[in-house]
């Protein structure tokens, strides 16, 4: 399996731009594809973003279209969620999660490898 660590979390203020890094080791990166998910307070987990093996493919939840930016580097086995005019509501644990399934889901079933996740709040 591959173990992930999220970074670059922590208290920003509403309209303020976080960038959040997680960093995979173990195995080959580039047989997952790989997916961000959020999780706020008395609240399940919900999918945020996904991104291909090979980068060429995002897919987003409504929520982050237009705001959020999956990116992945294959050579630094990182994958990246930047995340701009950040809201209160998208206060949350961010997690990051590696899947080696054929077909990409937004599923969190559908990931084997999970970061221990990264909090972000955003004050008003």
């Known amino acids: 399996q591959v173990q992930l660590v999220e970074s670059g979390g922590g208290l920003v203020q509403a309209g303020d731009s976080v960038k959040l890094s997680c960093a995979a080791s173990g195995r080959t990166f580039t047989i997952y594809f790989m997916g961000w998910f959020r999780q706020a307070p008395g609240k399940e987990r919900e999918f945020v973003a996904l991104?291909?093996?090979?980068?060429?493919?995002?897919y987003y939840a409504d929520s982050a279209k237009a705001r959020f930016t999956i990116s992945r580097d294959n050579n630094g086995n990182t994958v990246y969620l930047q995340m701009n005019s950040l809201q209160p509501e998208d206060t949350a644990d961010y997690s990051c999660?590696?899947?080696?399934?054929?077909?990409?889901?937004?599923?969190?079933?559908?990931?084997?490898?999970w970061g221990q996740g990264n909090q972000v709040t955003v004050s008003s």
């Open positions: 991104i291909s093996r090979r980068g060429n493919n995002t």
């Open positions: 999660a590696a899947s080696d399934l054929a077909e990409m889901t937004t599923r969190t079933g559908g990931y084997r490898c």
